[in-house]
């Protein structure tokens, strides 16, 4: 089984609509991280989480949240979505020196 | 500046050849490098560390030139496996014992047959 484990892998939904992507992992690792990539951008950050108790923006937190629901949970939550949050979102893990990251398989949204 | 700059590419190259990709990183106090490989529409993977002696993997070295603030990746007798995008990762301590890693947005390779 996968260490990072991201659902759903794709999803298509409208402007305006709520939408949670969720991110478990079996790594045992305190930190984990949400990012999205676009082409020509990278990857970018967008919050992280040092332990349960720990949430930290990142460098593109608007229009977004985050819930730590538990050490090897963590959810990314777009309130009401828009068109340019089209792109693919990756959670990640690492321990507690944050020297490397394991990233999940990755979810592509689509906002229509 | 941006903190990690890469030569997008695309990198086209015939099989067997040596291909080398660039990396300039803007903090000085950066504390670790590394090289990540991203097949198409998959995730980034570790591909290795990069240290200040150098170090080689297999068909692949890593440089790093802290004066210079400069790293690269050579790879030699590439195989059309290695197709894929090449992410320069450069980890800054942060404070509190905590390390905060920043990626470049990466050097697409293509070997063609």
């Known amino acids: 089984d996968a260490d990072v484990t991201q659902t759903p892998r794709n999803r298509i939904t409208k402007t305006g609509k709520r939408i949670m992507l969720e991110c478990s992992q079996t790594k045992g690792h305190d930190r984990m991280y949400w990012y999205r990539q676009d082409p020509g951008l990278g990857l970018r950050l967008i919050y992280y989480?040092?332990?349960?108790?720990?949430?930290n923006k990142g460098e593109i937190s608007d229009g977004y949240s985050v819930s730590r629901q538990a050490q090897a949970k963590f959810s990314l939550s777009l309130e009401s979505a828009i068109p340019n949050q089209t792109a693919l979102y990756f959670c990640?893990?690492?321990?507690?020196?944050?020297?490397?990251?394991?990233f999940g398989p990755g979810t592509r949204l689509t906002v229509t | 500046r941006k903190e990690v700059e890469q030569d997008p590419g695309p990198f086209n190259v015939p099989e067997g050849a040596t291909v080398a990709f660039n990396c300039t990183y803007s903090n000085s106090a950066s504390q670790s490098f590394f090289w990540y490989r991203q097949d198409c529409r998959k995730e980034p993977k570790l591909l290795m560390s990069v240290y200040s002696s150098g170090n080689e993997d297999g068909r692949f070295t890593a440089q790093l030139n802290r004066a210079s603030q400069y790293i690269s990746l050579l790879i030699r007798d590439s195989k059309l496996s290695d197709s894929a995008t090449y992410l320069c990762v450069v980890n800054a301590y942060s404070g509190a014992g905590s390390y905060q890693l920043t990626f470049g947005k990466g050097t697409k390779l293509s070997v063609i047959p």
């Open positions: 990640a893990t690492s321990d507690f020196r944050g020297r490397e990251q394991y």
């Open positions: 989480s040092f332990d349960v108790k720990d949430i």
